[in-house]
């Protein structure tokens, strides 16, 4: 068994710490934080999981500059899984709001790169927020698009078309 087998949290804690996220509305921010450090405390000292959701309170309660750092400890030492994509899409969110735009640009970029799964739509929505930031509006517009166009009930076709014409140029053209 590997160090972060050994530290996975188990199902229970992922089920309290569910429930405590579902329920950040009805605390004040610090309240939450410290509910969310408390279920941490329950964790192995150094837990990349532990550092992750310390980051994401943070954030959450509106001290991005807080959270950046603690995503990258947390990345930096091995997170994985569904929590290592959500601690690269937040951190990117959190460097766009602090005006580091460029970061948040290439963080997801590479995201967009690294794989694929359910939270495609959601890298790709922080990314063109990120890009309209930085005057690439039609790039930003394209990509929110083409997220879009697969949930929508008809039209699939031609939204991506269109949305894949904003950025490249149509071959009839010349």
Same mark, same amino acid.
Not at 44 to 54: I, K, L, N, Q, T
């Given at each position: $068994? %590997? ?14 710490? *569910? ?5 950040i ?5 610090? %309240? ?8 941490v *405390?329950?964790? +192995? ?10 980051? *994401?309170?943070f ?9 950046? +750092?603690l ?18 899409i937040? $951190? ?5 709001n ?13 995201? $967009? ?5 359910h ?9 063109a927020?990120?890009l *309209? ?6 790039e ?10 697969p949930h929508? +009930?008809r ?5 991506? %078309? ?6 490249? +140029? ?5």
């Open positions: $068994m %590997n160090d972060h087998q050994k530290s996975a949290p188990d199902a229970a804690w992922e089920q309290r710490s *569910a429930q405590a996220w579902a329920s509305d009805a605390h004040t921010e610090e %309240n939450f934080r410290a509910l969310i450090d408390s279920l *405390a329950e964790l +192995p000292d150094g837990s990349a999981v532990g550092v992750f959701e310390r980051a *994401a309170a954030d959450s309660t509106g001290h991005s500059d807080l959270a950046v +750092p995503y990258r400890q947390a990345l930096d030492q091995g997170l994985t899984g569904e929590r290592r994509r959500r601690a690269v937040q $951190m990117a969110s959190s460097l766009r602090l005006g580091r735009v460029e970061e948040s640009v290439k963080l997801l970029t590479e995201e $967009m790169e690294a794989g694929s799964d939270l495609d739509d959601a890298v790709r929505g922080f990314l927020l990120a *309209a930031d930085v005057g690439r509006e039609r930003a517009l394209s990509l929110a698009l083409r997220a879009l166009a929508l +009930p039209y699939q076709r031609s939204l991506g %078309n269109y949305a894949r014409l904003l950025v490249e +140029p149509d071959d009839e053209e010349g």
